[in-house]
């Protein structure tokens, strides 16, 4: 979200279009900040009130089918939780409609997850280009306990492709 609006994507166009998500209790808090003297911008999703920790796959494709976002944000949007909802169910032997996402399920990680096909949508649908993701290292706490960084689900996602050498902590 923060390379889109850097780019140009207007931060009031992109608050109205997740608006459409009728998903409430959460604000974009997005400031300058500054790399190695190197200033790019940072976006937060601060949560308000209690919030659901945990939704299934199903929920959450429910949510984006509910929406008022376009047809083609809503089937980029279903296609990201997807992948991710197969690599989860891959690491868990479940069928992909048996998946609950935790993390991933937070209405944080909906407004991420949208925001970036609702981003794409605004800049036009450009075709994308990335270098090889950080794999991180060392160790997360999630709710299925202590697992290596990065987790199982992730690599799973990136089975097939390139990782780059990074610090210890989550960096994909």
């Keep these: ?8 994507v207007s931060q009031d166009a992109l ?3 997740l608006r459409k998500l009728n ?3 959460w604000k ?3 400031r300058r900040d500054f790399e190695s003297t190197i200033a790019g911008l940072h976006v937060d999703v601060e949560l308000e009130g209690e919030q659901p920790h945990e939704r299934s796959y199903v929920d959450i494709v429910r949510i984006i089918d509910a929406s008022g976002l376009s047809e083609r944000t809503k ?5 990201i939780f997807r992948v991710i909802g197969e690599a989860e169910a ?3 032997h479940k069928a992909l409609e048996d998946i609950h996402f935790h993390e991933v399920g937070a209405v944080d990680s909906i407004v991420d997850v ?3 096909a609702i ?3 605004l800049l036009g649908w450009p075709k994308l280009v990335s270098a090889p993701p950080p794999a991180g290292g060392g160790t997360a706490n999630t709710v299925h306990g202590i697992v290596p960084v990065p987790p199982p689900a992730t690599l799973e996602l990136m089975k097939g492709r390139r990782m780059r050498a990074s610090g210890n902590g989550e960096r994909t």
């Design 1 to 8: 979200l923060a390379a889109c609006l850097d780019l140009g």
């Design 15 to 17: 608050e109205r279009e």
């Design 23 to 25: 998903v409430p209790g």
């Design 28 to 30: 974009l808090a997005v």
């Design 75 to 79: 089937d980029a949007a279903r296609r």
């Design 90 to 92: 891959h690491v868990h």
């Design 114 to 116: 949208c925001g970036a």
């Design 119 to 121: 981003c794409l949508e």
